[in-house]
């Protein structure tokens, strides 16, 4: 289902649904962090929920699950102050992350929408050890004529230096 009107980056709590025909494959990223053959085929039929609250403008706390797989859940926290905060991820262990608002026309691609006074999320997220990272950016677009929530991601693996960009796109399932 497109985003309502109502649903902005400042007002993203709610349910949401990774819609895979609209999203760009998500393996080679999973292949770049070096996940193993078999979680990324498992990964590859799962469906995955998105459940963001947030208790202010500048807090996002998301709650990623996988159904149809015994893969974990995923908690992020995103506090848009732009300081490294470090965290444990259940599949790629300790990591560092941090997060601010950003211009729309700052970042690399993407049609986004004029809401919250033009104003996109960019995240950052790395392996301590800087094997690999990621930059995201969040936002709503036009995906075949509807408004969706999207994330653009640009990832680096600095041991291979190989790098892949995806895109995401999510249905919204309600409040």
């Not at 109502?6 to 494959?25: E, F, V, Y």
């Not at 992350?97 to 691609?109: D, L, N, S």
């Amino acid at each position: 289902m497109a985003a309502p009107s109502s649903k902005t980056l400042r007002n993203i709590a709610g349910r949401w649904t990774l819609n895979k025909d609209l999203s760009d494959p998500f393996g080679p990223v999973l292949k770049l962090q070096g996940v193993n053959g078999l979680i990324r085929s498992v990964a590859s039929y799962t469906s995955v929920h998105l459940k963001i609250e947030q208790p202010s403008q500048d807090e996002i706390h998301l709650q990623q699950t996988a159904t149809g797989a015994s893969i974990p859940a995923v908690t992020e926290d995103w506090i848009l102050d732009w300081q490294w905060r470090e965290g444990k991820d259940p599949l790629f262990g300790d990591m560092t992350g941090r997060a601010k608002w950003i211009k729309k026309e700052e970042t690399p691609e993407g049609n986004w929408e004029d809401c919250d006074e033009g104003l996109v999320m960019q995240a950052e997220g790395k392996k301590p050890d800087d094997e690999w990272g990621g930059t995201h950016y969040w936002g709503f677009e036009q995906v075949n004529g509807e408004r969706r929530y999207t994330r653009r991601i640009y990832m680096a693996n600095n041991k291979t230096n190989e790098k892949i960009n995806v895109r995401m796109v999510y249905d919204f399932d309600g409040e």
